[in-house]
């Protein structure tokens, strides 16, 4: 039996479990797939497989092309394309974006579970050639299954967050992602919290003073970083206002406990 044959009977492909765990990410990508031809995309986009004799190899990369075909011919050609660019080869020979479905599918592996992901593609088989690539992508000579897991997953949570970086999902993840910068020394400028830029203090619209802060007005922008009470009083009129403020604190995401991944 060929390698795709068993990936889509009993393992990483698995026709029934694969599409339910794609449904799943497609929902934490983009809201709940309402569309039935979203299903039905679900369902056959990787139908392709079958025959293949191997995952990622020449003769692997075409399988996007008989899903493709199927919701070409049941729903249109705008619908074919979208499920035969989840194949991010696909996009790059026909010089094209992948589709949105090419995110929710690399997020499956992030959305199943471990205990059951494992034993499907070690009983498939499909792990030795998944190892074998991602030791040469590495440039080492072998790698166990899980370093090739981790390290898979890994790649795969920042190339979703890079092919959809507007949806909750990717914004929580740049998030939990540690960032690299400089703190200042300077006591007169203390550092944000959440990217280490330099405070800036925001004038009293009053007088023009030490600066002021109205949350009230902030939290209109922006409900999920600002709150009540992010106000103290002008040192020069007493009035509302003297608040340190990051320059791009309007560019904040929200942060983990706020989104739902």
């Not at 109205?214 to 409900?223: A, G, I, K, R």
């Not at 791009?248 to 706020?258: D, L, R, Y």
Request: hydrophobic share 40%.
């Amino acid at each position: 039996m060929k390698l795709g044959t068993r990936s889509l009977l009993f393992g990483a492909h698995q026709f029934i479990t694969h599409p339910l765990f794609l449904a799943l990410a497609w929902w934490q990508l983009y809201g709940f797939p309402w569309d039935p031809r979203l299903w039905v995309a679900f369902i056959v986009h990787d139908w392709g497989y079958w025959g293949k004799a191997d995952m990622d190899g020449e003769d692997g990369q075409t399988h996007p092309e008989l899903g493709g075909r199927i919701m070409a011919r049941l729903f249109g050609q705008e619908w074919g394309d979208f499920t035969r660019l989840h194949s991010r080869y696909y996009a790059k020979r026909e010089g094209r974006e992948p589709s949105p479905l090419c995110a929710a599918d690399k997020l499956v592996l992030l959305v199943t579970p471990r205990w059951l992901y494992l034993p499907l593609v070690k009983l498939s088989g499909e792990v030795d050639e998944y190892c074998a690539l991602f030791a040469r992508y590495q440039g080492v000579e072998r790698v166990t299954i899980e370093e090739w897991y981790e390290g898979l997953r890994a790649s795969w949570a920042a190339e979703v967050a890079r092919l959809a970086p507007d949806t909750l999902w990717a914004i929580a993840y740049e998030r939990s992602q540690p960032r690299d910068v400089e703190v200042p020394d300077d006591d007169d400028d203390p550092p944000c919290t959440v990217c280490g830029v330099p405070m800036e203090w925001i004038d009293c619209v009053a007088c023009g003073g030490e600066g002021y802060f109205n949350s009230d007005e902030l939290m209109e922008v922006d409900p999920l970083w600002y709150s009540q009470g992010d106000e103290e009083d002008c040192t020069d009129c007493d009035g509302k206002g003297g608040w340190w403020e990051c320059p791009g604190a309007a560019a904040h995401p929200p942060t983990k406990e706020e989104v739902t991944v």
